[in-house]
């Protein structure tokens, strides 16, 4: 007899939120990694049939702690829910968000939020002062080009 496959329920979609204020992008900081802080966009794994728009809308709230408004995709992408090895690709979106008050107050998932630009962001990682997570990394790569 061959072993069980375990059934895993993967997400229909990931959407993150990029709030832009003069050429300048919301980053949350993460817990630390390897000794340097790990800077994210808010973001949401969308289940089943919810609406995308709705998720990404209640995440951004949650976690930056400010009330925007969540406008048209400006991105869109794939992203990788599997492994290495087992990789299975889901859309990923990126929506554009807006809000009249810029003061960030993260969740307790984060400790902090900083404040910088796209190609500001990958001179710091090139330059090992700022840990960028893998998927955002790729993201914003693809985005300038």
Known sequence: MGRRQKILNYPKAFACAMLEDGGRVLFLVGKERYGRKRLVLPNVEIMGRRDPV????NAFAE????DGQVHESIFEGRYNVGSRKYR?????????????????????DFTGFKWVSLKGA??????????????VS???RKMII
Do not use: D, N, T, Y
Not at 63 to 66: M, W
């Open 54 to 57: 709705a998720e990404i809308g």
């Open 63 to 66: 976690q930056a702690g400010i």
């Open 88 to 108: 299975k690709f889901i859309p990923l979106l990126v929506f554009k968000v807006s809000a009249k008050r810029m003061q960030a107050k993260p969740s307790s």
């Open 122 to 135: 990958l001179e710091k990682e090139k330059k090992k002062e700022l840990f960028l997570e893998k998927w």
């Open 138 to 140: 790729a993201l914003i």
